[in-house]
RNA sequence: GUGGGCGUAGCUCAGCUGGUAGAGCACUCGGUUGUGGUCCGAGAUGUCGCGGGUUCGAGCCCCGUCGUUCACCCCA
């Protein structure tokens, strides 16, 4: 009898050993000056209501209308896998009256996230993302804060060659006065149906586009930071200065779009140079409404999202990511029944002062052993037969030089402490 | 959703104008009665993605299908 064997789903991105410790070095760079600046863990659930995305989110964007994965539940209700971060974190905000206590509440997020997008370079239909938002404080100086965290996230793997891009969406009335002037200029282009109904939905969309007639037919199109009021302008000048006093590189990029509706004010997006079509590795910017639209205050919040997975191809492209680091410092190949129970006993025994052990299981031959103990990386071998049980003492081979010494196994553990903070003080 | 490339051993791939499958690495065992890395020897492993067609004969040609990959739309 043959079954055929199962695959993982289309689009899924799966880090196996020996990439996945790089997966999770990646993670950790990028979260680490959150944590740092007060921002504390928020765990979400990956499945919401539909609402809160249709609603958060927002109806015209791509990714609420072809792009998230919607099912029913056993209940009737509408569920749909979190295709973003921001609209949970909104939510259990909201939910928990977290909004209540003292401001801004500043929280992190990891994990994965869904569209339904057909995969490419860089681009899955389950990905990863970590996050922060900080909400409840309308202040340039923590735009200008939130940026220079996920900046720092991206220095953490190494990375070079990658820019900030920035701009200002502006309060309601500056992207108002601009929609109409850009209205007009858009219905003088000859455009086909499907852009029109991009248009009309959000015309900012257009500047998106990577079609080569349509960036030379958006190359006259009026800007909306040139539409900004005094206010907005004064803020978006504080963001830059700010930035400038940290010391972090930007370009001011006033075509940039980001696929979210609820974007307001400062926005930002780090784009990387060596990863093909999907070069976004990280974005965000303030919402001003969004926390209204789910039912909660009206306060204003700012965040952003880092991808993950793109950082490590990032990573991996820069060639900054450092090798497999884990080795243990005592491999145990026992010879016999007698032999695994004793050695079973000394690991338990070791790990408890955290040294790190592991054992050759599945009876092969002492050469196959010693070979996967090389493999391994361990700094010490020990052979565990009758002969050595009998005389209770081992033979303690140091990998690196294979220079062998006995010991008592009674006095195992205070040698290969010793032994070891020696090596680690070297 | 649209378009192009590619599916051969665990991995990376070779396979001439069609003649019934190979390399390197990895793996296992041995050279060393119980001591790794180098070296030497031996060995195991494939429905050539799947289905159909053309042919005396298909890994190679044709059609379909699935998977994968890159790009477009869009995005992390």
Do not use: C
Request: negative net charge; aromatic residues 8%.
């Amino acid at each position: 009898m043959k079954f055929e064997k199962i695959q993982a789903p289309k689009g899924v991105r799966e880090y196996l050993p020996p990439e996945s410790s790089a997966f999770e070095w990646v993670r950790e760079q990028l979260i680490a000056p959150a944590k740092a600046a007060g921002y504390t863990l928020m765990e979400l659930p990956v499945f919401e209501d539909t609402n809160l995305f249709t609603r958060g989110v927002g109806e015209s964007t791509d990714v609420v209308s072809k792009e998230m994965y919607t099912f029913e539940d056993r209940g009737g209700r509408s569920i749909t896998l979190r295709p973003e971060g921001t609209a949970g974190v909104m939510r259990a905000v909201i939910e928990a009256n977290l909004d209540r206590g003292q401001l801004p509440v500043k929280v992190w997020y990891s994990g994965q996230f869904f569209r339904a997008e057909r995969p490419q370079a860089g681009r899955y239909r389950q990905f990863y993302q970590v996050g922060i938002e900080a909400i409840g404080v309308d202040d340039p100086a923590l735009d200008a804060e939130v940026i220079a965290i996920a900046d720092q996230g991206f220095k953490n793997l190494g990375l070079k060659n990658y820019r900030l891009d920035i701009t200002s969406l502006g309060d309601a009335a500056s992207r108002a006065a601009h929609r109409v002037d850009l209205m007009k200029f858009i219905g003088q282009l000859d455009l086909d149906e499907a852009t029109k109904e991009r248009a009309s939905i959000n015309p900012l969309r257009l500047f998106d586009d990577k079609r080569p007639q349509m960036q030379s037919a958006m190359a006259k199109a009026p800007l909306l930071l040139d539409y900004l009021s005094e206010e907005s302008r004064a803020n978006f000048d504080r963001v830059k200065e700010y930035l400038t006093v940290m010391g972090i590189a930007f370009v001011v990029n006033p075509r940039m779009v980001r696929g979210l509706d609820y974007y307001t004010g400062t926005t930002f997006e780090f784009v990387h140079s060596d990863l093909g079509a999907q070069s976004g590795i990280g974005g965000g910017g303030r919402y001003d409404g969004l926390m209204e639209i789910l039912g909660g205050q009206t306060l204003s919040g700012i965040g952003f999202g880092l991808g993950v997975d793109r950082a490590l191809l990032a990573a991996v492209a820069e060639g900054t990511v450092p090798g497999e680091e884990f080795s243990s410092d005592l491999f145990i190949i026992p010879l016999g029944d007698e032999a695994k129970s004793s050695a079973l006993r000394m690991a338990q025994e070791l790990r408890a002062r955290s040294i790190r052990i592991e054992i050759a299981f599945g009876d092969r031959a002492l050469k196959g052993a010693m070979k996967a103990a090389d493999k391994s990386g361990a700094r010490y071998v020990i052979v565990l037969g009758d002969a050595e049980l009998a005389a209770g003492e081992v033979e303690l081979k140091r990998m690196s030089d294979g220079v062998i010494s006995s010991v008592k196994i009674e006095q195992l553990k205070s040698t290969l402490i010793e032994a070891l903070s020696l090596t680690t003080l070297n």
